[in-house]
């Protein structure tokens, strides 16, 4: 058995004792990519009800539920406490879900890393789930311990002002994992 489908069934088995009903909706692409995902990855978070990552949602975050924790204000945190520190890039990958419905087209999205920015993500496509990727220079993430990401929300929109239920919370994407790994 080559290690690719070692890897591959540990993840199953792993992803099925955690309680993922879709083992597959949960494996990152980058899975499949064997030295990319298995040599380098740091540390994996997964925001779900019955997970220990919950307790890095800082502010802006709701109840966490068994897809992950929907962001629920214009800023969102995490609160991220490796334990050893990284002096090199790293390369944090996401998985989640943005609230694009109706009215709710798109969504822009400033990601900071301890209070610096490092990217623009401009969402569309409806609420379909997306696994993206962002590399982080030593400089910004070894700058302090615990780390801090933040998300800031261009306009999120609540589910009653765009007649989608009564929910009065913006919302700007429901967070389901975050990877940590060494950069390339």
């Not at 992803?15 to 990152?28: C, D, E, I, Q």
């Not at 998985?95 to 993500?121: C, E, K, Y």
């Not at 379909?128 to 999120?156: D, G």
Request: charged share 25%; proline share 4%; net charge positive.
């Amino acid at each position: 058995m080559s290690r690719f489908w070692l890897y591959y069934s540990i993840a199953c088995i792993v992803a099925s004792l955690a309680g993922f009903s879709a083992v597959m909706a949960f494996t990152p692409e980058s899975l499949f990519e064997e030295d990319r995902f298995w040599a380098r990855t740091v540390a994996t978070y997964v925001y779900h009800d019955d997970t220990t990552s919950i307790d890095q949602l800082e502010e802006g975050w709701a109840s966490p539920d068994k897809n992950g924790t929907w962001s629920n204000r214009k800023r969102s945190t995490l609160l991220i406490g490796l334990q050893s520190e990284l002096r090199e890039d790293v390369e944090l990958e996401f998985a989640f879900t943005p609230f694009l419905v109706r009215g709710n087209r798109s969504q822009t999205v400033l990601v900071s890393v301890n209070d610096r920015p490092v990217a623009i993500w401009k969402l569309e496509g409806g609420m379909r789930r997306k696994v993206t990727a962002l590399e982080v220079k030593q400089e910004i993430w070894s700058a302090k311990h615990p780390k801090t990401i933040a998300f800031e929300f261009k306009n999120p929109k609540s589910p009653a002002q765009i007649g989608y239920g009564s929910g009065t919370d913006p919302l700007g994407f429901q967070l389901s994992s975050l990877v940590v790994r060494k950069a390339r």
